[in-house]
């Protein structure tokens, strides 16, 4: 019989450790005619190689359990980064048209045949409609709200039946588009009676 036919009828493989059979065996017998001492010895250093290399096993294991974490955190922000960039990607151009917006609102203010008002009403609806789906939508003002600088843009003071400080009226209408403020709301804050 081969020596490695021996060793592999001597050796029990268990997955965790190796098991050595007990002296008297093929295995005890060849090791102990090359020196009698050295089984021991070898049995220590095997120890402790094995030792070593469950240790180098757990370290990689742990880098490659780190690395994988990091790339799924990557991915996840990269595709949060690629959304937000598709949303506000057309934000340019919405600010662009908002004037258009402001332009109809003005116009509506005056007289005009009822037809043309009812076809510019109709345009702005349509506009208004496009920009919606979009995400765009209007930041709400009415007389007496408090003023609040990251919605609200004050262009001035005029007198008012509203408490001081609060707003007296909305001169331009402002904007969101998908909660971001893309266009404040101009309003003249309520000032006090001399």
Sequence with gaps: MKKEDKEKKDTIYTGEDIEIVEEGSVFAEDTADEGGEELPKRLDKLRKDLASCRKEKQEYLEGWQRAKADLINHKK????????????????????????????????????????????????????????????????????????????????????????????EEVQRGYRMYGKVIRASRVKIAKGNI
């Design 77 to 168: 922000d990269e595709t949060e980064r690629k959304q937000a960039v598709s949303q506000f990607a057309s934000e340019d151009t919405i600010y662009d048209i908002l004037p258009v917006l402001d332009s109809f609102d003005l116009a509506l203010k005056h007289d005009m045949p009822p037809d043309v008002e009812k076809g510019i009403r109709m345009i702005k609806g349509q506009l208004e409609e496009v920009l919606k789906r979009k995400g765009v939508e209007t930041i709400a003002v009415t007389k007496g709200d408090a003023f609040d600088s990251a919605i609200h843009e004050s262009i001035g003071e005029t007198e008012s039946d509203a408490k001081e400080g609060t707003i007296a």
